[in-house]
């Protein structure tokens, strides 16, 4: 009976973080301005979500709850608080940069069908960058994890802040990207010139 749960809830987990990565995928879309969702990368990315992103977050949130264990539930907040900065340290040095590497290469192999050879490069090319900014943002989500949420709910509280967090870092790339543009000015010289030429073609009409 027990593993019959066990199974169930590992299935439950996976089919969450399927459901979670479509959405994620729907809503990174949108915010890059697709006119249409493809459902395809949706799917794509949900794949990825069932296959491993549910299975490995509700196997490794098990084995972080065994390695760093309350010895005594009556120790006190300071020693929960001891334990769950064990589980995000390890979290974050491990499962994170070996996730974000896996799904760097997974979206660019399979999602964007670049080949092994560009998806490899990617993955060296983006993963310090992905990292940095997830450290930004995980070890919060992370603690808030391991300190309040109950281990079943957990898969389920991860997969939503991912869909979170695809928004928040699209949503501030594409903003910093407009500021960007907006903040450029052309050269005195380049002004002149473009006026020349602008009452140089009203001329002509």
Not at 35 to 58: D, E, T
């Amino acid at each position: 009976m027990g593993s019959t749960w066990a199974w169930r809830q590992l299935l439950g987990d996976a089919l969450i973080a399927a459901l979670l990565a479509f959405v994620a995928d729907a809503v990174a879309q949108w915010l890059l301005g697709a006119k249409r969702l493809v459902l395809r990368r949706c799917a794509v990315m949900s794949l990825y979500g069932f296959i491993w992103y549910g299975p490995s977050n509700h196997l490794w949130h098990g084995l972080l709850t065994e390695l760093f264990n309350q010895s005594s539930p009556g120790q006190g907040l300071l020693s929960k608080a001891h334990v769950v900065a064990q589980r995000v340290a390890l979290d974050q040095l491990t499962y994170a940069p070996c996730n974000n590497s896996l799904m760097i290469f997974y979206i660019a192999a399979v999602a964007d069908r670049l080949g092994l050879k560009a998806a490899l490069a990617k993955v060296q090319s983006e993963l310090l960058a992905v990292q940095l900014r997830g450290w930004r943002f995980w070890p919060v989500v992370q603690s808030i994890n391991q300190f309040f949420v109950p281990l079943r709910f957990r898969v389920l509280f991860n997969s939503t802040a991912a869909v979170c967090w695809t928004a928040f870092v699209i949503t501030r790339t594409r903003t910093r990207t407009a500021r960007r543009r907006s903040s450029l000015k052309w050269p005195p010289e380049f002004e002149v010139q473009a006026r020349h030429i602008h009452l140089e073609s009203a001329k002509l009409v």
